[in-house]
């Protein structure tokens, strides 16, 4: 897409929703996510619970987090979370900002757009970060995952339509950025514009389905000046 291609896209958006990991920092870059998934995983085997194969090698700690859904047992999904909720918010406060991320985030802000967050990640541990880089009042709501509801994660439109609730907001008049195919299935369940953030090779081709792709939060940046011309 052009940049006055994306700027006609952000231009009817009143909201900017963004996911968190990804398009505003990377949580887990000294606080590696594999490591937690190994944390994860030994909480789950002592509770008796048996391991898949996928889940022994997953690195992904949401992932191991998503596989506790299929157990029917809340108890053992709620010990899960609590343990991961604590382990993002140690992440947090190390996790590396996103280039041009807080750009985006402060020049919404300034060409009067709402910016809320819409996460698979904790509530609690994009508080920390927002706090710890002084973006508290940039931002609000902030919709992490439900609590012991792993079921209910992007791509569930659950967050984005908890956003679209709290602000008052219609469908036509957001848009959301993810990095992730979860985070445009989950955009377009609730009705809204989708812009694929590709951050990673092949990314980009796995975003055919978004309604625009960036390889730079620069680009949106770059889009609101546009658009206030």
């Known amino acids: 897409m052009t940049s006055t291609g994306l700027a006609a896209l952000v231009g009817h958006a009143r909201v900017i929703l963004l996911d968190f990991d990804g398009p505003v920092c990377s949580v887990f870059a000294q606080h590696p996510a594999s490591a937690v998934?190994?944390?994860?995983?030994?909480?789950?085997?002592?509770?008796?619970?048996?391991?898949?194969?996928?889940?022994?090698?997953?690195?992904?700690?949401?992932?191991?987090?998503?596989?506790?859904?299929?157990?029917?047992?809340?108890?053992?999904?709620?010990?899960?979370?609590?343990?991961?909720?604590?382990?993002?918010?140690?992440?947090?406060?190390?996790?590396?900002?996103?280039?041009?991320?807080?750009?985006?985030?402060?020049?919404?802000?300034?060409?009067?757009?709402?910016?809320?967050?819409?996460?698979?990640n904790s509530a609690e541990s994009i508080?920390?970060?927002?706090?710890?880089?002084?973006?508290?009042?940039?931002?609000?709501?902030?919709?992490?995952?439900?609590?012991?509801?792993?079921?209910?994660?992007?791509?569930?439109?659950?967050?984005?339509?908890?956003a679209l609730r709290e602000l008052g907001a219609e469908p036509k008049e957001c848009v959301l950025v993810g990095d992730s195919v979860s985070d445009i299935?989950?955009?377009?369940?609730?009705?809204?514009?989708?812009?694929?953030?590709?951050n990673k090779p092949g990314k980009r081709e796995r975003f055919a389905g978004a309604d625009a792709v960036i390889d730079s939060m620069a680009e949106l940046v770059a889009a609101f000046a546009i658009d206030e011309l």
Do not use: C, W
């Not at 299935?185 to 590709?198: F, L, M, P, R, S």
């Open 37 to 120: 998934a190994h944390q994860l995983r030994k909480l789950l085997v002592d509770q008796a619970v048996t391991l898949p194969t996928e889940i022994l090698t997953e690195p992904d700690p949401l992932a191991v987090l998503r596989f506790t859904a299929t157990l029917d047992h809340p108890v053992v999904v709620r010990l899960v979370d609590q343990a991961l909720r604590r382990e993002e918010i140690t992440a947090a406060r190390t996790a590396q900002p996103t280039p041009y991320g807080r750009e985006v985030i402060v020049a919404a802000h300034q060409t009067g757009r709402q910016v809320a967050m819409v996460s698979n």
């Open 127 to 162: 508080r920390m970060y927002l706090e710890t880089r002084r973006l508290t009042p940039y931002v609000r709501p902030v919709i992490g995952r439900p609590e012991a509801a792993p079921e209910r994660m992007k791509p569930d439109p659950y967050p984005v339509l908890a």
């Open 185 to 198: 299935e989950a955009a377009h369940a609730a009705g809204i514009a989708a812009i694929g953030y590709a």
